[in-house]
């Protein structure tokens, strides 16, 4: 159903446009996973039950726009050059805008009804309508950049660089800039100065996403689906294929270990052990693993398969958490040596898991005969969401739970909670993860070769018949 075009061959400017495209979508989503929850309730004054049932209302939001975008983006008329990328070009601009909208602390006076009002509003609004325009095309596109296994490691590779990158960004400076301290001598979250830090995420979002429309090429021709859309044969379609439902239950369990981890760094630094610099050092630690691990991650997937270094890796990072939750760190630093291997997990499964939804994609074309690149992607876009959403839903539940609030962030009880969320709700999101990839997800690395042989034999054929 794709055809090669002529055009410059595959290379860096490819990997480092990909790379791009995704540094822009975590300037926003990284920074709401790890600040929207701690921005709400210690600035706005919201609960953390309240955002965690935001969280959930969005998704069902999601359920329908996720799948809208990928019929949009499959049913898109092919350009001369481009079928994916011209979506970056038209969606950059709202979801930058609609992200700094979320951090509106000049509201934080307003009636508790209007801010949690405000809250809903803005974050559907960047979420499930904006985000949701550009990330699944963004993310289908890697198939059409090229056909190649290889290859298209290469690009799950820089994608994830490219949002360790924004992770650092944020990670490590953000903490240090956003916090000051009180008269009591205890680190607290600055609304103005996070509605700051939002207008420069935006602003950097909208120049990496430019970016990458502008270095990447589209080589492989996907064609304009034209068929009737059918609601029954979508969801028969998914009950039915094995592998994405494998793919999505495993990245609903690795964004539930990685999210929460990342969203409880705002809990455990500043509150539980009062250093916000070892919070910055344990973003830059999590990006310095995540990079380390790209210089041999293609080619252990290449030797293991992605599925077998997937168990093994989330095996590693549960364990590490386990032993953390025991140890009880007696101060942040050595807590951040703990928090860097528990990264070990999450920066490989996340450099090799954009490439298993092309071996995804590819296993369904190949099984069914049609290729849907966009309906795909926007289903694993969909369950992604659901990571999030499980995430914040259960840290919020849990805060709720051990009593935090802005009057209790405080209290030893509480402080001795946030240790233990920190170490056990992500060791649970790995343990879940392992499960989902050896029971649910079937594609290993004989399977995905296989895969690609018969693809390549079609191609082809496909290029004999039209000469």
């Known amino acids: 159903m794709a055809d090669e075009q002529q055009s410059r061959p595959f290379g860096l400017r490819d990997r480092l446009g990909y790379m791009f495209g995704d540094f822009g979508n975590d300037f926003t989503f990284i920074l709401s996973s790890m600040f929207l929850m701690k921005f709400y309730t210690d600035v706005m004054g919201v609960s953390g039950g309240i955002v965690g049932i935001m969280m959930m209302v969005a998704r069902f939001v999601d359920a329908f726009t996720d799948v809208t975008m990928g019929q949009i983006a499959d049913r898109s008329r092919t350009g001369p050059r481009e079928k994916f990328a011209p979506w970056l070009l038209r969606m950059s601009g709202p979801v930058a805008v609609a992200s700094f909208l979320m951090y509106a602390s000049w509201f934080r006076n307003m009636p508790m009804v209007f801010k949690i009002f405000w809250m809903f509003f803005t974050y559907i609004l960047w979420g499930s309508v904006f985000y949701t325009s550009v990330n699944i095309p963004y993310g289908s596109m890697a198939s059409a950049i090229t056909a190649e296994p290889r290859e298209r490691a290469q690009l799950s590779n820089w994608r994830t660089i490219g949002a360790s990158l924004a992770g650092a960004a944020i990670g490590i400076i953000l903490p240090l800039a956003v916090y000051y301290t009180d008269e009591a001598g205890n680190k607290v979250l600055s609304g103005t ?10 602003v950097g979002a909208l120049l990496c996403y430019l970016l990458c429309y502008r270095m990447c090429t589209e080589r492989v021709k996907v064609e304009q689906k034209s068929g009737k859309f059918s609601l029954r044969e979508l969801l028969s379609g998914i009950i039915h294929n094995k592998p994405l439902i494998g793919i999505i239950v495993s990245s609903v369990c690795l964004l539930i270990a990685q999210l929460s981890l990342q969203t409880m760094a705002n809990y455990i630094f500043p509150n539980y052990y009062g250093n916000v610099a070892a919070q910055s050092a344990s973003s830059l630690v999590t990006t310095v693993v995540t990079l380390l691990c790209a210089i041999f991650t293609v080619q252990l997937s290449q030797k293991l398969g992605r599925k077998t270094l997937g168990i093994l890796v989330s095996a590693f990072s549960a364990a590490v958490l386990i032993i953390a939750y025991f140890f009880r760190a007696p101060n942040a630093w050595i807590f951040v040596v703990f928090y860097g291997l528990a990264s070990v997990g999450i920066g490989v499964y996340s450099l090799i898991t954009w490439a298993m939804i092309t071996d995804v994609i590819d296993d369904t074309e190949v099984q069914q005969g049609e290729r849907s690149d966009g309906t795909i992607y926007s289903v694993y876009s969909f369950a992604r969401k659901l990571g999030q959403a499980a995430s914040t839903g259960i840290v919020g539940l849990l805060l709720e739970l051990i009593g935090y609030s802005q009057a209790t962030a405080y209290d030893p009880e ?12 992500p060791a649970a999101g790995f343990i879940l993860l392992v499960l989902s990839l050896q029971f649910l997800y079937p594609l290993g690395r004989e399977r ?7 693809l390549a ?9 039209q000469e």
């Open 448 to 454: 995905v070769e296989y895969n690609a042989k018969k």
């Open 457 to 465: 034999e079609k191609r082809e054929a496909q290029k004999k018949e």
């Open 414 to 425: 509480v402080l001795q909670g946030i240790y233990s969320i920190t170490c056990l709700a």
């Open 193 to 202: 100065r996070m509605a700051w830090a939002a207008f420069i995420c935006s």
